[in-house]
C-alpha cells in the first residue's frame, strides 16, 4: 500500500498559492516529497493540483502500480468532491477533478480525510512553497 498527504496553501484567497505532498512506501519509508510554488490562485485549486502532481510522481517513481494508493487531504471539501458526495461548480476546479479522474483511471486508489495534525508534513511543504513570496 501506498500513502499520499498533500495539502495546497494560498496566502490570501486568491493569493500565491503553494503545495506540497509527501509519498511513503507500504514499509512507511518515505519515497518521495514535494513543494512547488504555483502562482495565483485559490486554496481548492492548490488542493486540486497538489493531488495531480502527487499522482504523476507515484506513477513516475513506482514500477507496480498494483498496490493500492491511499490519498490524505485535510480537505473535507476537496475529499468530498473527489469522491463524488458534493458536487463542483467552479470550471477551473472541474477541469482539474478530470485531469485527476484521468490520472487515477486503471488505479486502485481511496481518497480519505484526515485531520490536520496528521498531515502536517504537507501542510508545511505547500506553505514552505509561498514562504519567500
Known sequence: MIKVYSDGACSG??????????????????ISDYSEYIGHGTNNIAEYTAV???IREVKRKLKNLDEKIIF??????????????????????????E???NE???LDYEIVH?????????DR?????????
Open 99 to 101: 485531469s485527476i479522474k
Open 125 to 133: 511543504l505547500s506553505k514552505s512553497a509561498i514562504s519567500d513570496i
Open 72 to 97: 490524505h487531504l485535510d480537505s473535507e471539501l476537496a475529499v468530498r468532491q473527489l469522491n463524488g458526495i458534493y458536487k463542483i461548480r467552479d470550471v477551473n476546479l472541474k477541469k482539474l477533478v
Open 114 to 122: 484526515v485531520r490536520r495534525e496528521k498531515n502536517k508534513e504537507a
Open 52 to 54: 495531480l502532481k502527487a
Open 104 to 106: 487515477l483511471n486503471g
Open 13 to 30: 484567497n486568491p493569493g500565491p498559492a503553494g503545495i506540497g505532498f509527501v509519498i511513503y512506501n507500504d514499509s512507511g519509508e518515505k
